[in-house]
């Protein structure tokens, strides 16, 4: 699996483990964009209920503006917000719960114990260049040795975004919950639920997520700007073809992306029986490629129209 592949898998948990702006010290800040910004928004309607659906990203440079009218037309229209995660699993003794749960080994293990010398010795590597970012949520070396796999591999991820700039403090998530803050939001599932869908795979396939993304590292410096600059200007295959390409693990892009996918078209169809309008964002890896949620909706009979 490519490492764009892996961060598309990963997108839901990251920005819950990024809260903080000392993760980012602008070692390769990105410039402003100047051309307009054109992400994707798409809706479905009946004659008494509107849902949009927006493509997010959770982690972003500062000064990337996205925000545009239909966007935000879309939102403030909105008797409803739904997100990934409701507004519950923000709060910190939720994400320790989910954490202890299931991002802890037990305590007769260790992640060195489950890697080769050879692994072993490029984890260490990449803990020592990422060492700023990692010691600013705590995570020295001896607390990843305590990790799962998964959560290892989410954590570093997390601080080479810091390293590259990139932040949750400026992803859309956090402009979505300023604007939004007085209106009803839920949540399409909870932390534990996207804890779970990781935690329940083998250690093998762990490993792997682990030692792609550690193996892999130096090739986010330009998938990560690559995939944004896609985002931004609402080119939805290309996206698509970054975050999705070689999806060739089955057992993991059915778990983690397709197999959700279709969980949330369910949601939206049975939604429509309600009348209102949601507005509805979610990673937009999720809202692209073969098997999205648009691809899911179609099968159900469901027309889905671009906005933007």
């Known amino acids: 699996?490519?490492?764009?592949?892996?961060?598309?898998?990963?997108?839901?948990?990251?920005?819950?483990?990024?809260?903080?702006?000392?993760?980012?010290?602008?070692?390769?800040?990105?410039?402003?964009?100047?051309?307009?910004?054109?992400?994707?928004l798409w809706k479905v309607a009946d004659e008494d209920t509107t849902i949009y659906l927006?493509?997010?990203?959770?982690?972003?440079?500062?000064?990337?503006?996205?925000?545009?009218?239909?966007?935000?037309?879309?939102?403030?229209?909105?008797?409803?917000?739904?997100?990934?995660?409701?507004?519950?699993?923000?709060?910190?003794?939720?994400?320790?719960a989910a954490v202890m749960k299931h991002g802890l080994l037990a305590p007769d293990q260790s992640l060195s114990g489950l890697l080769t010398p050879e692994q072993n010795a490029k984890l260490a590597?990449?803990?020592?260049?990422?060492?700023?970012?990692?010691?600013?949520?705590g995570m020295s070396p001896a607390v990843i040795d305590r990790l799962r796999p998964w959560f290892?591999?989410?954590?570093?991820?997390?601080?080479?975004?810091?390293q590259m700039g990139f932040g949750a403090e400026s992803g859309v998530e956090r402009v979505i919950a300023e604007r939004t803050k007085d209106k009803q939001r839920i949540g399409l599932e909870?932390?534990?639920?996207?804890?779970g869908f990781f935690a329940s795979l083998s250690n093998e396939d762990q490993v792997r997520l682990l030692m792609t993304t550690v193996e892999g590292l130096d090739e986010m410096e330009t998938a990560l700007p690559a995939m944004v600059e896609n985002w931004r200007m609402g080119k939805v295959d290309e996206l698509a073809a970054l975050l999705n390409d070689d999806m060739s693990e089955a057992n993991?892009?059915?778990?983690?992306?397709?197999d959700r996918n279709a969980a949330w078209a369910e949601w939206i169809g049975?939604?429509?029986?309600?009348?209102?309008?949601?507005?509805?964002?979610?990673?937009?890896g999720h809202?692209?490629?073969?098997?999205?949620?648009?691809?899911?909706?179609?099968q159900k009979g469901i027309t889905v129209t671009r906005v933007q």
């Not at 049975?270 to 937009?284: C, L, N, S, Y």
């Not at 809202?287 to 179609?298: E, H, I, R, T, W």
Request: net charge negative; aromatic share 6%.
């Open 287 to 298: 809202l692209g490629g073969p098997k999205s949620v648009q691809d899911f909706l179609a």
């Open 54 to 96: 927006f493509g997010t990203f959770h982690f972003l440079p500062k000064d990337v503006e996205w925000l545009t009218p239909p966007v935000a037309e879309a939102m403030d229209s909105a008797d409803l917000v739904v997100k990934e995660l409701g507004p519950e699993s923000e709060e910190m003794a939720t994400i320790q």
């Open 152 to 162: 290892a591999f989410i954590n570093i991820t997390v601080a080479k975004f810091g």
């Open 1 to 40: 699996m490519k490492l764009a592949s892996l961060l598309a898998l990963a997108s839901a948990p990251l920005a819950l483990l990024a809260a903080t702006p000392a993760l980012a010290d602008h070692h390769a800040e990105p410039a402003a964009a100047t051309t307009p910004a054109t992400p994707g």
């Open 252 to 258: 993991i892009s059915d778990l983690i992306l397709f």
């Open 270 to 284: 049975a939604r429509m029986d309600e009348p209102g309008t949601v507005f509805i964002a979610v990673g937009a």
């Open 190 to 195: 909870t932390l534990d639920q996207q804890f």
């Open 125 to 137: 590597a990449v803990l020592t260049e990422l060492e700023p970012q990692l010691a600013a949520t």
